[in-house]
């Protein structure tokens, strides 16, 4: 009887032992997690000079640039970063970030075009490019311009939050070697003046990187593969410098990797514009 007693005292401690320890793994790993997390928090100024940066850099400040298809492109081009909106029924490789604004704009209770609240209307109403050019006087379209332009700033904001979270999202696909060089320079860049900027502008320009849908052999392009990429062992460099060098490279090499047939070429001067203008 006292052995069995003394078996269930003991029990007891160890159970409140690892339950002590349990709870403080969970306080330890909620402020850690929170730190780890933290928003990054700008003014609505930062915000809108961010945005007027990505509407310049997409459509040069031109409102009618708002809805664009380009040539080659299997996507409906909207907003002012040109967010990209697929066909019903077409599966591309680019992330399709059009209804992840739209549910944004929901969760928030702002007023959509009653065609573009529905959820059948998650995908382009328009096939192709040809479909679209053909049906320039859909009334759609001109809703959609005016939807676009009167939301400027709320697209201004969705690029900003994208950049929250993001840091976790890379570091969760990258290799365990390069995680704390990684968090190091998105960090530093995004510590500096026009960091937070180039951060934003390249995602949504270029995306994350974590998609194997976004490779060509088997090579990224996007902002995971310029902070793997980038040269920073002088901790005194500018790290804007080494981001935007580092981003050229990348970008070079989707180029190089790319099917001849999309002739990606003719947009490399324009890319290395937009990557030249984090440094001014």
């Not at 299997?74 to 399709?96: A, Q, R, V």
Request: charged share 25%; with cysteine.
């Amino acid at each position: 009887m006292t052995y069995t007693l003394n078996k269930i005292l003991n029990n007891k401690n160890r159970i409140k032992r690892e339950a002590g320890l349990a709870l403080f793994l969970f306080l330890f790993i909620s402020i850690v997690g929170s730190a780890f997390a933290r928003d990054i928090v700008l003014s609505e100024q930062e915000v809108t000079e961010i945005g007027n940066k990505v509407f310049m850099n997409e459509c040069s400040l031109r409102e009618d640039r708002l809805i664009q298809w380009n040539i080659g492109e299997d996507f409906l081009s909207c907003g002012i970063g040109h967010f990209i909106w697929y066909p019903k029924g077409y599966k591309g490789p680019f992330n399709e970030s059009f209804p992840e604004f739209l549910n944004y704009l929901k969760a928030q209770d702002v007023d959509i075009p009653e065609w573009l609240y529905a959820s059948s209307a998650s995908s382009c109403p328009w096939v192709s490019r040809d479909d679209f050019i053909n049906n320039h006087g859909d009334i759609r379209i001109k809703q959609l311009q005016d939807f676009l332009t009167a939301t400027k700033q709320l697209q201004a904001r969705f690029i900003v939050r994208r950049l929250n979270g993001a840091l976790e999202l890379m570091l969760e696909s990258a290799p365990e070697k390069d995680r704390a060089l990684i968090k190091s320079r998105f960090e530093r860049i995004a510590a500096t003046p026009y960091g937070v900027y180039a951060l934003a502008d390249y995602i949504n320009f270029k995306g994350l990187g974590i998609l194997s849908s976004e490779q060509y052999n088997g090579k990224g392009w996007g902002l995971l593969q310029v902070l793997i990429a980038m040269k920073d062992e002088d901790k005194r460099s500018d790290p804007l410098l080494e981001f935007a060098t580092a981003a050229n490279i990348i970008l070079i090499n989707r180029v190089e990797n790319a099917p001849v047939e999309r002739n990606e070429e003719r947009w490399l001067p324009g890319w290395k514009n937009r990557v030249n203008s984090y440094l001014k």
